[in-house]
C-alpha cells in the first residue's frame, strides 16, 4: 500500500518513519510512504505558501496555488488514489474508514497549517475530509500519522499475527477488547485471573467474550 504525505514539514516523518511495525513493513516491501513538500511547488525565492485572509483576522491561510499543483503532480505519478484532507471540520476518523482506507491501494494525506487551506482547495481538489477529534492541532501532521498507523494495522503481513487487528478494540464487533495479562503472574498483590492459567481455550473465549462486552457496556 501506498501513501503519499504532502506537507510544508516533512521532516517531522523522519523519525517516525524510521521506528518500530511502520519501518519493519516498510522495509518488507509492504508499505510505501513518501513525503512531498508543498514548497517545491511554490513560485518565488521564499517558496511562499501562506498569506493573510481576505475579510481580515488573525493567521494565515495555505494558498491554493501551491498546494493544488503539488496534489495534481503527485497525483499524476501513479494511479490517482484517495486523496484525504486533514482538517477539524472533517468526519471524525473511525475503525470503520480505517477499514475502508485499507481497501484503498495509495492515500495521498494532505496536511494543513496555519489557520487551515483556503477553500478553493476543497472545491477543486475535491478530496475526503477527515478529523482525528473534536480538537485542533498545530498542523496536519501528526493526524497524517494517526491514519498511517490505524491503516497498516490492516494491511496483510505488517502484523506478526493477522488475528492481532480482529481483537482490537472497535472491531467489526463494535466492542471493546478485553484486558490482557503477562508476566509475572502477581504484581503488587493483584494477580492473573485463574481461567487465563488453566489452559481450557474454550473458558478463556468465554471469559474474553464477557469481559469485552463488560468493558464496551
Given at each position: 500500500m501506498r501513501f503519499d504525505v504532502l506537507?510544508?514539514?516533512?521532516?517531522?516523518?523522519?523519525?517516525?518513519?524510521?521506528?518500530?511495525?511502520?519501518?519493519?513493513?516498510?522495509?518488507?516491501?509492504?508499505?510505501?510512504?513518501?513525503?512531498?513538500?508543498?514548497?517545491?511547488?511554490?513560485?518565488?525565492?521564499?517558496?511562499?505558501?501562506?498569506?493573510?485572509?481576505?475579510?481580515?483576522?488573525?493567521?494565515?491561510?495555505?494558498?491554493?496555488?501551491?498546494?493544488?499543483?503539488?496534489?495534481?503532480?503527485?497525483?499524476?505519478?501513479?494511479?490517482?488514489?484517495?486523496?484525504?484532507?486533514?482538517?477539524?471540520?472533517?468526519?471524525?476518523?473511525?475503525?470503520?474508514?480505517?477499514?475502508?482506507l485499507a481497501t484503498q491501494p495509495r492515500l495521498l494525506l494532505l496536511c494543513g497549517r496555519y489557520e487551515g487551506f483556503d477553500d478553493r482547495i476543497r472545491q477543486i481538489l475535491k478530496p475526503r475530509e477527515l478529523s482525528i477529534g473534536d480538537y485542533v492541532c498545530n498542523g496536519g501532521e501528526v493526524p497524517a500519522m494517526a491514519v498511517i498507523d490505524a491503516v497498516i494495522r490492516l494491511v496483510p503481513g505488517v502484523l506478526g499475527d493477522d488475528r492481532s487487528a480482529a481483537d482490537d478494540s472497535h472491531n467489526e464487533t463494535g466492542r471493546l477488547e478485553y484486558p490482557q495479562y503477562t508476566r509475572p503472574r502477581e504484581y503488587r498483590g493483584l494477580g492473573v485471573p485463574d481461567v487465563l492459567l488453566g489452559g481450557n481455550h474454550q473458558a478463556v473465549a468465554r471469559w474474553r467474550e464477557e469481559q469485552s462486552r463488560r468493558q464496551t457496556h
Open positions: 506537507t510544508i514539514f516533512p521532516e517531522i516523518f523522519t523519525s517516525y518513519l524510521s521506528q518500530s511495525l511502520l519501518k519493519i513493513a516498510l522495509d518488507a516491501g509492504l508499505v510505501q510512504v513518501n513525503t512531498w513538500n508543498i514548497r517545491d511547488w511554490a513560485p518565488g525565492k521564499h517558496q511562499k505558501v501562506d498569506d493573510t485572509p481576505f475579510g481580515g483576522g488573525p493567521g494565515m491561510v495555505m494558498m491554493p496555488g501551491p498546494v493544488i499543483d503539488a496534489v495534481e503532480a503527485v497525483q499524476a505519478q501513479a494511479e490517482a488514489g484517495q486523496l484525504v484532507m486533514l482538517t477539524p471540520a472533517g468526519t471524525r476518523l473511525t475503525q470503520r474508514i480505517v477499514e475502508d
